[in-house]
């Protein structure tokens, strides 16, 4: 990927939790509280990174922007999605009766035709909830991620290796009482599991603002060599937007089965809405 926006944003994502591609939201207003949001900046110990947002008229994110220059252009038509960054790669999202059903990363146009290094394609149980994604390197199945849901919320994802069988990684979610206003890249938990996110399009959202994630990683032989484990805590404005995101993560790192010094990161965001 060269789009350095979606370098950045893998780069802090990656403290939180999965070191994984993510792609930039759409905050649309899916609780219809009046309200967009306009920018938001998340500092931690590796810096500081600032997104601003523009949307259309019926309220769709159709840019995104750094201070530097850096930025991210989205086009929707009936069935797709395609954003393409600053350098002219592009990100693709392929729509079936208002979900997302597959989507590519990373492509180069070649000759007319755009070629993607990377692709997913997405499941969904007869609730609304995106259940599977599949992982695809240049058409070849590599991975699969398994999602469990519990009151309306996702609960476990689990990464499995196509070729071996082999459990890559298990993330488990906590939830709090209070209901998601306005979805937030900081917090939700479909941040690392799926490549673009825009408003609703992968089905139904978790109905509970996350309160805690674990990941853990395996090695071939069915061993733990990393951990990470997240807290988040809020703050409100009138609307229930949140306005700040604190998330506190420790990671602890095995070797040979022993586990290290565990140490502590913490990630703030802090974001800004236009409300009616």
């Keep these: 990927m060269n789009n350095q926006i979606k370098y950045l944003i893998v780069a802090f994502v990656a403290i939180i939790s999965i070191a994984s591609c993510k792609k930039e939201i759409d905050y649309s207003d899916p609780n219809q509280n009046g309200c967009q949001l306009a920018s938001w900046k998340v500092i931690s110990g590796s810096g500081e990174l600032a997104l601003n947002f523009e949307y259309d008229a019926i309220g769709r ?50 000759n007319g035709t755009v070629n993607f290094q990377s692709t997913k394609s997405y499941d969904y149980n007869a609730d609304g909830y995106l259940t599977r994604v599949r992982i695809f390197q240049r058409g070849i199945l590599v991975q699969t991620n398994v999602l469990t849901y519990a009151d309306g919320n996702l609960i476990k994802a689990v990464l499995t290796d196509e070729p071996t069988g082999e459990v890559n990684s298990i993330t488990t979610f906590s939830h709090r ?5 306005n979805i937030s890249f900081a917090s939700d938990p479909l941040t690392n599991i799926v490549d673009h996110y825009n408003g609703n399009y992968f089905g139904k959202p978790s109905k509970n603002l996350l309160a805690s994630s674990s ?62």
């Design 61 to 110: 994110v159709i840019k995104e922007s750094t201070a530097t220059g850096e930025t991210y252009t989205t086009v929707y038509t009936t069935n797709k999605i395609t954003s393409t960054d600053q350098d002219g790669i592009v990100d693709e999202l392929i729509l079936s009766n208002g979900k997302i059903i597959s989507s590519g990363t990373g492509g180069e146009i070649i």
């Design 177 to 181: 009482s209070e209901k998601v206003v």
């Design 215 to 276: 990941y853990t990683a395996f090695n071939p032989f069915g061993n733990p060599y990393s951990m990470d484990n997240s807290a988040y805590s809020y703050q409100f404005d009138a609307k229930g937007n949140a306005t700040a995101i604190n998330i506190s993560t420790t990671t602890t790192l095995y070797s040979g089965g022993i586990a290290g010094v565990p140490y502590t990161s913490i990630d703030k965001y802090e974001q800004t809405y236009n409300c009616k």
